[in-house]
């Protein structure tokens, strides 16, 4: 089987991977969810014990498959959701389940497993590289040197899930690298990138004079992450424009812990 790369979007709610064909087009990846295939793999792991001829034993499913078994299922398993924001944290190094211990960075792999499985059957190409998008700030990051732990975690998940080769692209840099392919002149831009556990930010010069120069460090003036994102972006808007505009005070005060 021919070997290609792919680019990863490995996000706290969902993941995406796209491949380049061999004609220069861009597919996304597609995941069969409840009778109907999309381009979106929610990034979460369920694990549930099972009887196989009398004992016990684990069994574990991510994405779509994952939400599937957990829903059927009369005996509730461990439902995880939401990994990525774990690995700037270097107290939280594993969890305990059904008796065994599993490092953060196992659980993580074991999704990108399925995520590279399902992809090279899709494709017919064996992905042993990737692009990866990473947050410019990892939840919880005070500092770099928690954005580099974060993402040396990310790295070690990565081979573990069998990935040979990994290089890494802050998200907000990658969607202006897109945008850049659609312009015919230069412009300086303002990229966000609202993910379901940070929102990122570059200010970045783009268009075809810089592609034809090559980037440079100097074309990137600015970027910056914050751990504002996914349902708690999605709440303080309602708390401070939404509730306000409609003038309800009960509605207001409803939103105060938020």
């Known amino acids: 089987m021919k070997t290609s790369a792919v680019g990863v979007d490995f996000g706290t709610t969902n993941s995406t991977i796209a491949y380049v064909n061999p004609s220069g087009k861009v597919e996304l990846a597609q ?13 979460l792991l369920y694990l549930e014990q099972v009887r196989e001829n009398g004992n016990k034993i684990t069994k574990s499913w991510t994405g779509p498959e994952g939400i ?14 939401s990994l990525k924001s774990f690995l700037a944290n270097r107290s939280l190094l594993g969890t305990e389940i059904f008796g065994r211990r599993y490092t953060v960075e196992w659980l993580i792999a074991r999704i990108l497993k ?33 954005n580099l732990y974060a993402e040396a975690r990310l790295t070690q998940a990565f081979h573990a899930a069998g990935y040979e ?9 990658a969607a202006a690298h897109y945008y850049e392919s659609t312009l015919d002149q230069d412009q300086l831009i303002l990229i966000g990138d609202f993910g379901g556990g940070t929102s990122d ?6 268009g075809p004079t810089i592609r034809r120069k090559g980037r440079t460090p100097a074309d990137l003036l600015g970027n910056a992450g914050v751990g504002v994102a996914g ?26 812990k938020v």
């Open 68 to 81: 599937q078994h957990y829903l059927s299922a009369d005996d509730k398993g461990r439902l995880m959701q």
């Open 231 to 256: 349902d708690n972006f999605d709440a303080r808007i309602i708390k401070h424009l939404v509730a306000p505009a409609l003038g309800s005070e009960s509605q207001i005060k409803s939103l105060d």
């Open 114 to 146: 399925d995520l590279r499985e399902h992809s090279e059957a899709q494709f017919g190409v064996e992905i042993k590289t990737a692009m990866v998008g990473r947050p410019v700030q990892f939840v919880g990051a005070e500092k770099e040197q928690d």
């Open 165 to 173: 080769n990994i290089s890494f692209e802050s998200e907000p840099v």
């Open 31 to 43: 995941f069969s969810d409840i009778g109907h295939l999309t381009n979106s793999y929610r990034s």
């Open 201 to 206: 930010f570059s200010l970045i010069r783009v």
